[in-house]
């Protein structure tokens, strides 16, 4: 049975495993686009039910939130996403 990932690694690069905050980074990065993506809908919901209609700022900012969340490894820092950033 040929080798895994995670056993490569280890083996290549020792400490490694030690050093990646890949996982660290793309938690805390979902928490806070989840929480920025909530005070978007009660901002929305709060001007449609207070005005009933949208102004052009709340249109920037959907247009900001999705341009930021879309698509998703656009918004993943490159250190997360490649399993070989120290090399």
């Known amino acids: 049975m040929p080798p895994t990932a995670a056993e490569l690694d280890a083996a290549y690069y020792p400490g490694w495993s030690h050093e990646n905050k890949g996982p ?7 928490t806070l686009t989840f929480i920025t ?18 102004g ?14 879309w698509p998703p490894n ?6 997360a996403r490649s399993p ?4």
């Open 56 to 69: 052009s700022d709340d249109y920037i900012v959907i247009l900001s939130i999705v341009s930021n969340t």
């Open 37 to 54: 993506f909530l005070f978007v809908v009660s901002r929305i919901y709060s001007r449609l039910v207070s005005f009933g209609k949208l």
């Open 24 to 30: 660290l980074i793309l938690g805390v990065t979902g």
């Open 84 to 87: 070989h950033h120290l090399c």
């Open 74 to 79: 656009q918004s993943t820092p490159p250190a």
